[in-house]
C-alpha cells in the first residue's frame, strides 16, 4: 500500500501561454510565480494558490492535461512506492533531474493509472514561505482537490483504494466517486468519462461570500459558467465551476466538510438520477467540460 500524503500539482499543456496565464491570474485569481520577480522557465508558467511553489503548471504546447501529481513522504517511500507499482505491473519511469527542476521537486515518479491518466508521485515539493500574491482577491485559501475521469469509476475507486491509502468518502452512484486521502473529504474525485483526462480542478476560498462575489466576477467577464452556485449534498460545500482556456474547468468551493471521526464514517451512494444529488439547491446540472490526457511521445514534458 503507497501512502499519498497530499495533492501536488496539475501540469496541463497551453497553446496559448500567455492566455492561459492570464485567466488564472486575472480571472482566477492565482500567483503567476514566474512573474516580473520570478525566476523564469522558457515555455513553463507556475500558478500558485496556497504554500506549495505551484498547483497548476502551464507548458507551451498541445492543450490537455500532461500529469497529475501526488506527494510521499520522502524518497525512501518514493522509491517503495516506485517498486511497488512495478511489481503490480506498471511501467514506471524516474523523471530527470531537469523535468525534476521544472516541477520544483527534488524527485518524481511517473506513470499511467490503468484508464491513461498519467499521475506522478513526487517528494521535496518546494514550499515558498512568502505570502501568495494573488492576482486578483478572489479569496482563494488553497488547493482543494483534483478530479479525474474514468469510464468505469467502482474500478477507479478499486484501483486507488487498493494501490493506495486512498478512501471513498462518498458515491453518486456509478457517476463519480468522491475519496479523501486526509480529513478533507476528498481530495481526489473520479467522474465517469469515456476517455482520461482532468475533470476539473478545485480551489477552495474562505468566504462563502467569494463564491458569489465571484460568480459576478466570472459573469462580467464573460466567462462559461458550467454550474452553480450551489450546493454539493456530499462534502457540504457550496460550488461554482467554470470554464478556462485550454479546455481546463476549474471549481472554487466553500465549506467543504473534514471527516475527523475515521471509524465512523461510511460512504453513503447518492442516485446520479435524484434531482439534488449534485446541487442541493437544485440549480441546473451538467458534467464538467474534461480536458483531455495527453499522450506524449516518449518523454514527458
Ligand atoms: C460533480 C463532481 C464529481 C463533484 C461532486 C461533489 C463534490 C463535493 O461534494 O464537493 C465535488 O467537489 C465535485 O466535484
Ligand atoms: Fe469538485
Redesign the pocket.
Known amino acids: 500500500m503507497i501512502e499519498l500524503v497530499d495533492i501536488a500539482y496539475v501540469r496541463s499543456g497551453a497553446a496559448d501561454l500567455a492566455g492561459a496565464v492570464r485567466f488564472a491570474t486575472e480571472v482566477v485569481g492565482l500567483e503567476h510565480v514566474d512573474g516580473p520577480a520570478g525566476d523564469t522557465e522558457p515555455g513553463v508558467a507556475h500558478l500558485r494558490a496556497d504554500g506549495r511553489h505551484h498547483c497548476l503548471a502551464f507548458v507551451e504546447g498541445a492543450s490537455g492535461v500532461i500529469a497529475s501529481a501526488f506527494t510521499v513522504a520522502d524518497p525512501g517511500a518514493l522509491a517503495l512506492a516506485e517498486t511497488e507499482l512495478e511489481t503490480r505491473g506498471f511501467t514506471v519511469r524516474r523523471g530527470d533531474a531537469d523535468e525534476a527542476r521544472s516541477r520544483r521537486v527534488s524527485e518524481f515518479v511517473a506513470f499511467d493509472d490503468p484508464f491513461g491518466n498519467r499521475i506522478e508521485l513526487v517528494v521535496g515539493q518546494q514550499t515558498l514561505a512568502r505570502p501568495v500574491r494573488f492576482g486578483r482577491g478572489s479569496g482563494i485559501t488553497e488547493f482543494g482537490?483534483l478530479?479525474l475521469d474514468a469510464p468505469d469509476v467502482a474500478e477507479a475507486h478499486r484501483f486507488w483504494s487498493t494501490t493506495f491509502n486512498v478512501r471513498a468518502s462518498d458515491w453518486?452512484g456509478d457517476a463519480?466517486c468522491?475519496m479523501r486521502i486526509d480529513e478533507v473529504?476528498?481530495k481526489l474525485?473520479v467522474?465517469q468519462g469515456e476517455r482520461p483526462g482532468l475533470?476539473?480542478v478545485?480551489f477552495q476560498v474562505a468566504e462563502l461570500d467569494d463564491v458569489f462575489r465571484n460568480w459576478h466576477h466570472l459573469q462580467e467577464h464573460d466567462v462559461v459558467i458550467e454550474m452553480g452556485p450551489g450546493r454539493?449534498p456530499?462534502?457540504g460545500?457550496v460550488?461554482l465551476y467554470f470554464l478556462g482556456p485550454e479546455g481546463l474547468t476549474y471549481?472554487y468551493?466553500y465549506g467543504?466538510r473534514r471527516i475527523t471521526d475515521e471509524a465512523a464514517w461510511r460512504p453513503r451512494y447518492f442516485d446520479p438520477a435524484e434531482r439534488g444529488s449534485?446541487d442541493m439547491w437544485l440549480g441546473p446540472t451538467q458534467k464538467p467540460v474534461t480536458q483531455p490526457q495527453l499522450i506524449p511521445e516518449g518523454i514527458h514534458p
Open positions: 482537490h478530479c453518486i463519480a468522491l473529504h476528498h474525485a467522474f475533470c476539473h478545485n454539493h456530499q462534502s460545500a460550488f471549481e468551493s467543504v449534485i
